[in-house]
């Protein structure tokens, strides 16, 4: 690459980056308005916890089916006069912490592995590439169904199914990453001044990897909500009796008719919590994007 | 029809070729197994470790006789490496055990149902190719124009609809609001609207999305821009030189997500009473059918894994940059 070429270069990087995404024009904006419905849901999820709800499963016949907006029942109530405001709240917090604990383990696992098998090499890393590439040709929802219905309901069975059925996903990325990460120039400096590889580990190749993480973290945070509904909704993630979005999407099943506002609640609000997580997903990847582009030219 | 990636056609010998395919089937073989014998061994010891299997097996309602009379039918009072042993061993005889409340060979029962999850999934596949590609294509070859970002948008905000609640959507639309189709059963065409829509909406964001991206960065590349400069028409652009490129991408996601909609089925089967694998799974779980559990399993196990290789031999054929041997 000569000199006198180097702006021509600039100036066509900068023009495949204004064209580069659908959306970098709204990234930022994506990002604050993710990141402020996500501390909100975060806010609202620790209220419902601290104030305990306990309108969210106090049946009251009395109550049953009120329209949305009636006084005192904002969203309305199920066929057994439960608030759904408050079911959705109580909800609201089983998904994320299902969906946070669940993307962890993966994540921590995942993490593990895939560096572990990049630093490593040769056998090893062939051994933890095939089981990611096994785990990862499952029918997901199919073996945690299968596990789940043999082990019985409960919430670390369903988080720790979660998180172990869908580690590879973090495993491929970290290894690929780390391998990159690892033929760069300020790695071998380290080495060279005499670094052990804990200490390359901690201060060079985990922030290195961070914005990655970050970015998977968020599109996987957004799978395992979906998941756990999904298995809520059949009847087999959250014990019987628990206030989730799938078992609200359960019961509404029976009331097409007389309460649809029993399916739109907890429907929106999957709706709302996911699209929520992709933003930030996508805003966060769009600013990785960029910030490697930047650091190119 | 020319694209750029043809251009470049891979020197491989036929008889590197022939070297090639074999390794690659006897991997995808020896892959297989090692999925089957995992996937076996996990349920064989989560359901020991779940409690007494004896109960397991003998059903909810069984009485105390019953249970003994299972645990000496199973070889159940054996040690457990010995059991395993048999187990593997009846396995191998296809012999996936009884179903637990029909009595019949669980993998008659699976086979009896496959059928229509294959129609439901391969219908909803091509449902998903038929409104993604276009569409993908639309929005990438000018991303920036107004409608299609726009567009793009409206994408967006659809993948972060679950496929199942989409369903349930459907169904309170169009069966119980404007009562136009039938929410349950499989028997009609009529029937098979909702459910391949609903279960083609855990691909079809994706999927455009993924179009997109690859139609927009092909439409970037040297030797579309050399094309554009020797005058071809924006259409010959977009058909002859960005979209097979990016359909190569789509084939390599259309593979790997055909797990994932096969997964969906289940729920999408559940929904709407549809008389599939999925359904029959969701069923066996609230009795606890053990036998049948274990063999839907194992055959949409080895489904998937067989549509996997097939995704990879296709993209071979189609990339030439590709060998076999890569695989």
Not at chain 1, 203 to 216: D, E, F, I, K, N
Not at chain 2, 53 to 74: C, F, H, K, S
Not at chain 2, 167 to 194: E, T
Request: with cysteine; aromatic share 8%.
């Amino acid at each position: 690459m000569s000199a006198p070429h180097a702006h021509v270069e600039r100036a066509a990087a900068q023009a495949t980056l204004r064209a580069s995404a659908y959306t970098p024009r709204i990234a930022s904006a994506e990002l604050l308005v993710g990141s402020t419905l996500a501390i909100a849901m975060v806010l609202l999820a620790v209220a419902g916890r601290t104030l305990e709800l306990e309108r969210a499963t106090r049946i009251e016949l009395a109550a049953r089916f009120v329209r949305p907006g009636t006084s005192g029942y904002p969203l309305g109530a199920d066929h057994l006069g439960r608030d759904l405001w408050c079911r959705a709240v109580e909800g609201l917090g089983w998904s994320l912490s299902c969906a946070l604990v669940a993307t962890l383990i993966a994540g921590l696992v995942g993490t593990i592995l895939g560096v572990m098998a990049a630093e490593h090499g040769g056998r090893l890393r062939a051994v933890i590439a095939q089981c990611s590439n096994l785990v990862l040709a499952l029918p997901g929802l199919v073996v945690a169904i299968a596990v789940i219905g043999i082990l019985g309901q409960g919430y670390w069975t369903l988080v720790l199914t979660l998180g172990l059925l869908t580690w590879p996903v973090f495993a491929r990325i970290v290894m690929a990453e780390t391998a990159s990460l690892l033929t760069r120039d300020y790695i071998l400096a380290a080495r060279l001044a005499g670094a052990d590889s804990t200490r390359i580990l901690l201060t060079h190749l985990l922030p290195g990897l961070r914005a990655t993480l970050m970015v998977v973290f968020a599109f996987h945070f957004a799978d395992m909500l979906i998941a756990e509904s999904a298995l809520s909704f059949l009847g087999i993630g959250a014990p019987v009796g628990t206030p989730t979005w799938g078992s609200m999407l359960a019961d509404s099943r029976q009331y097409l008719f007389t309460a649809p506002w029993m399916l739109l609640v907890p429907g929106g609000a999957i709706v709302l919590a996911v699209v929520t997580v992709n933003l930030i997903g996508d805003g966060l990847a769009a600013r990785s994007r960029r910030l490697a582009r930047a650091l190119e030219h | 029809m020319t694209t750029g990636a043809v251009a470049g056609s891979a020197m491989t010998t036929p008889r590197r070729q022939r070297h090639g395919a074999r390794r690659f089937w006897v991997r995808r073989l020896i892959e297989l197994a090692v999925l089957l014998l995992g996937l076996t061994t996990l349920l064989f010891f989560l359901l020991r470790l779940a409690g007494d299997p004896a109960y397991v097996l003998a059903g909810q309602e069984a009485t105390a006789e019953q249970v003994d009379a299972i645990r000496v039918e199973y070889g159940l009072d054996r040690p457990l490496l010995l059991q395993y042993g048999a187990y593997l061993g009846s396995l191998l005889r296809l012999d996936f055990g009884r179903s637990l409340t029909t009595g019949e060979p669980a993998l008659a029962a699976v086979l009896t149902v496959l059928p229509a999850t294959l129609l439901l999934a391969v219908l909803a596949m091509a449902f998903t190719l038929i409104v993604a590609v276009p569409l993908g294509a639309w929005i990438g070859f000018a991303p920036d124009r107004r409608m299609r970002r726009w567009a793009a948008r409206g994408v967006f905000f659809l993948q972060g609809v679950p496929a199942f609640v989409v369903g349930l959507l459907l169904v309170q639309l169009f069966s119980v609001q404007l009562a136009w189709l039938p929410s349950v059963g499989h028997g009609s065409p009529a029937n098979w609207i909702l459910p391949v829509v609903s279960l083609a909406f855990f691909l079809v964001p994706k999927l455009t999305r993924v179009v997109a991206a690859n139609v927009s960065e092909a439409m970037r590349e040297d030797y579309v821009r050399v094309a554009r400069a020797s005058g071809a028409a924006p259409r010959e652009l977009l058909y002859g030189y960005a979209l097979p490129n990016a359909l190569l991408a789509a084939t390599a996601l259309i593979g790997t997500q055909f797990a994932f909609l096969l997964s969906g089925t289940v729920i999408i089967e559940y929904i709407f009473a549809w008389p599939g694998v999925g359904w029959l799974l969701v069923e066996a779980t609230q009795t606890l059918d053990f036998p049948v559990i274990q063999a839907v399993a194992l055959i949409v196990g080895t489904l998937v894994y067989l549509v996997n290789t097939a995704a990879d031999l296709v993209i071979v054929r189609l990339d030439p940059r590709i060998s076999g041997a890569d695989l």
